[in-house]
Protein backbone atom coordinates (compact mmCIF):
# COMPACT_ATOMS: atom_id res chain seq x y z
CA UNK A 1 0.00 0.00 0.00
CA UNK A 2 1.59 3.65 -1.28
CA UNK A 3 0.69 7.09 -0.86
CA UNK A 4 3.06 9.18 -3.11
CA UNK A 5 2.51 13.06 -2.85
CA UNK A 6 3.88 15.33 -5.40
CA UNK A 7 4.06 18.78 -6.79
CA UNK A 8 4.98 20.56 -3.84
CA UNK A 9 7.37 23.54 -3.68
CA UNK A 10 8.01 27.30 -3.05
CA UNK A 11 5.62 29.63 -4.46
CA UNK A 12 5.46 33.37 -3.95
CA UNK A 13 1.83 34.91 -2.62
CA UNK A 14 -0.35 34.73 -4.95
CA UNK A 15 0.66 31.49 -6.85
CA UNK A 16 -0.63 28.64 -7.48
CA UNK A 17 0.23 24.83 -6.97
CA UNK A 18 -1.12 21.88 -7.92
CA UNK A 19 -0.66 18.86 -5.74
CA UNK A 20 -0.75 15.11 -6.72
CA UNK A 21 -1.13 11.82 -4.66
CA UNK A 22 -0.86 8.49 -6.61
CA UNK A 23 -1.95 5.55 -5.00
CA UNK A 24 -1.15 1.49 -5.31
CA UNK A 25 -1.36 -1.69 -3.67
CA UNK A 26 -5.09 -1.04 -2.86
CA UNK A 27 -8.74 -0.25 -4.12
CA UNK A 28 -8.40 3.62 -4.18
CA UNK A 29 -11.80 3.94 -5.99
CA UNK A 30 -13.69 2.73 -2.70
CA UNK A 31 -11.83 5.26 -0.38
CA UNK A 32 -12.66 8.87 0.07
CA UNK A 33 -9.97 10.88 -0.21
CA UNK A 34 -8.39 13.91 1.76
CA UNK A 35 -5.73 16.41 2.35
CA UNK A 36 -4.11 17.30 5.64
CA UNK A 37 -1.70 20.08 6.60
CA UNK A 38 0.91 20.53 9.20
CA UNK A 39 2.61 24.16 9.88
CA UNK A 40 5.74 24.28 12.31
CA UNK A 41 4.32 23.68 16.08
CA UNK A 42 0.81 23.05 14.80
CA UNK A 43 -1.67 20.26 14.58
CA UNK A 44 -2.28 18.02 11.51
CA UNK A 45 -5.67 20.12 9.75
CA UNK A 46 -7.66 18.64 7.24
CA UNK A 47 -7.63 20.88 4.53
CA UNK A 48 -10.20 18.96 1.46
CA UNK A 49 -11.89 15.90 1.40
CA UNK A 50 -13.35 14.17 -1.73
CA UNK A 51 -16.05 11.21 -1.23
CA UNK A 52 -14.67 7.85 -3.96
CA UNK A 53 -16.87 8.80 -6.63
CA UNK A 54 -15.95 12.17 -6.35
CA UNK A 55 -19.67 13.37 -6.34
CA UNK A 56 -19.38 15.24 -3.18
CA UNK A 57 -16.42 17.12 -1.71
CA UNK A 58 -15.60 19.17 1.46
CA UNK A 59 -13.58 22.05 2.68
CA UNK A 60 -12.05 23.77 5.43
CA UNK A 61 -13.06 27.42 5.87
CA UNK A 62 -9.06 28.33 5.11
CA UNK A 63 -9.35 26.59 2.20
CA UNK A 64 -12.73 27.22 0.79
CA UNK A 65 -12.79 29.44 -2.74
CA UNK A 66 -8.97 29.16 -3.45
CA UNK A 67 -8.62 25.03 -3.23
CA UNK A 68 -10.05 22.05 -5.45
CA UNK A 69 -10.12 18.83 -4.72
CA UNK A 70 -10.54 16.28 -7.07
CA UNK A 71 -9.59 12.75 -8.41
CA UNK A 72 -9.50 10.29 -11.33
CA UNK A 73 -9.98 6.97 -10.38
CA UNK A 74 -8.60 5.84 -13.51
CA UNK A 75 -5.42 6.91 -12.83
CA UNK A 76 -5.57 6.01 -8.85
CA UNK A 77 -4.95 9.41 -8.23
CA UNK A 78 -6.14 12.87 -6.30
CA UNK A 79 -5.59 16.50 -6.90
CA UNK A 80 -5.27 19.57 -5.28
CA UNK A 81 -5.14 22.33 -7.15
CA UNK A 82 -4.21 25.32 -4.47
CA UNK A 83 -4.20 29.17 -6.02
CA UNK A 84 -4.14 32.18 -4.58
CA UNK A 85 -1.35 31.38 -1.92
CA UNK A 86 -0.64 33.05 1.48
CA UNK A 87 2.16 32.27 3.23
CA UNK A 88 0.30 31.05 6.11
CA UNK A 89 -0.57 28.03 3.85
CA UNK A 90 2.80 27.40 4.48
CA UNK A 91 2.56 23.45 5.76
CA UNK A 92 3.90 20.02 4.38
CA UNK A 93 0.32 18.85 2.73
CA UNK A 94 -0.67 15.03 3.18
CA UNK A 95 -2.53 12.44 1.35
CA UNK A 96 -5.03 10.41 3.08
CA UNK A 97 -7.23 7.58 1.82
CA UNK A 98 -9.82 6.65 4.47
CA UNK A 99 -12.49 3.52 4.12
CA UNK A 100 -13.91 2.18 7.35
CA UNK A 101 -11.29 1.07 9.25
CA UNK A 102 -8.38 1.39 6.56
CA UNK A 103 -7.24 4.49 6.79
CA UNK A 104 -3.56 5.35 4.74
CA UNK A 105 -1.22 8.46 4.23
CA UNK A 106 1.58 9.69 2.43
CA UNK A 107 4.49 10.52 3.41
CA UNK A 108 4.00 14.21 3.02
CA UNK A 109 5.22 17.23 0.38
CA UNK A 110 6.32 20.57 1.82
CA UNK A 111 4.82 23.60 0.43
CA UNK A 112 6.51 26.98 0.90
CA UNK A 113 4.63 30.31 0.16
CA UNK A 114 6.90 33.14 0.45
CA UNK A 115 8.59 35.85 -1.09
Known amino acids: VQLVESGGGLVQPGGSLRLSCAAS????????GSWYRQAPGKERELVAT????????DYADSSKGRFTISRDNAKNTVYLQMNSLKPDDTAVYYC?????????WGQGTQVTVSS
Open 50 to 57: ITSGGGKT
Open 25 to 32: GFTFSSYA
Open 96 to 104: NARFIFYDY
